[in-house]
């Protein structure tokens, strides 16, 4: 990790990009890493788009740490992130990528929301304790990212309905405000969708808990 962070910080033969706010990170290299790796990963018609280079510096300011990009956009580090945006503008790309930019203490789980409500269904509500506790409980990773939330159901065990996700964040944050862990998430929902569905204690927890970074709503889905 430190040889990355050292072929990434800024160097004085490559100029700047031109909105660079960061004197610590050279973010054209930046670009081209997870470009590199976005190829690797997904397949040579994987490119960085212009349009979400804003979004891109943002997140890639907080998993490299990088307090001056972040104090000047209100970023906190010690919370976590969540990406919103339309479906299929690249949430979990990034997020995927970005991973390769931590270092190995805050690096995270891409986990689908979805997938966690069906493990609910097979192992019940030790599903929770699973992704709730985190490292202090010898769980292997502490950090996840919680995937597309707002497309899970509540789900029943043993005809007990539980609303998953939203027990699983509540734990999260009780160990966030002790210092413990941090949580990422994607999401498609508006502030208002999320109450809805989670209600306004999870909400507010939320507000807590993580950085909103979120894509243009006219941003096109990539997919098509």
Known sequence: M?????????SSSI?????T???????????????????????HHFQVQQED??????????????????????IDLRKGIMLTGPIGCGKTTLMTLC?????????????????ITFEFIQDGYETIHRYSRGKIYASEYRN?????????????HFGNECNVLAEILLSRYDLFIAGKLKTHITTN???????????????????EM???IGFDMSVQDKRK
């Open 53 to 74: 280079i804003p979004t891109i510096l943002k997140l890639a300011g907080y998993f490299l740490q990088d307090s001056e990009l972040c104090n000047d956009q209100n």
């Open 2 to 10: 430190q040889n990355l962070i050292n072929q990434l910080e800024h």
């Open 99 to 115: 991973r390769l930019l931590c270092n190995q203490e805050d690096r995270f789980i891409v986990k689908s929301a979805r997938d």
């Open 189 to 207: 929902l508006s502030a208002t969708e999320l109450e809805e569905a989670y209600g306004n204690r999870l909400r507010s927890r939320l507000r």
């Open 144 to 156: 996840y990212c919680f995937d597309d939330l707002g497309t899970e159901q509540n789900m029943k």
């Open 210 to 212: 993580v950085n909103l």
């Open 15 to 19: 100029p700047p990009p031109a909105k």
């Open 21 to 43: 706010i960061s004197n610590r990170f050279d973010y054209n290299r930046v670009l081209q890493f997870l470009d590199q790796k976005g190829k690797e990963l997904y397949g």
